[in-house]
């Protein structure tokens, strides 16, 4: 069951990426998880290249969500922060292979940063779900 609404202006360029608006009625469950970054379950940095790192993140972001009984179809809110030097189009290009078409995608930011607090992380992915209380 579909919890927000997606809207794009058409004042504004439309992407399918991304939307322009998300809006999520009072009542949902909203579900804030933290930047997650290509590492395994010990820590450790797996591969120094951004494919291998989104591909780890957003493993982790699903078992992140899934332990706060949500979906990746319930996220409303992506936050990327890459390493400079980083390709967004490589990044972004990982990012749809391993998750896919959505049908109403989410709102996104994303934006370079210096350095991430994990060494050697070129990706840092946090994300926002809503979720009808069950």
Known sequence: MAVATYINP???HSNPAFSQVVRVPAGADLIYVGGQNGVDATGRVVGLDLAAQVRQALV???ACLAAAGAEPSDVVKWTLL????ASLQEGFAAFGA???HMPNPPAITA???SKLAVEDALIEIEAVAAVVPR
């Open 82 to 85: 890459l390493a400079e030097g």
């Open 98 to 100: 391993e998750w896919g």
């Open 60 to 62: 982790n972001l699903r």
């Open 10 to 12: 058409e004042s504004l």
């Open 111 to 113: 934006a370079f940063v």
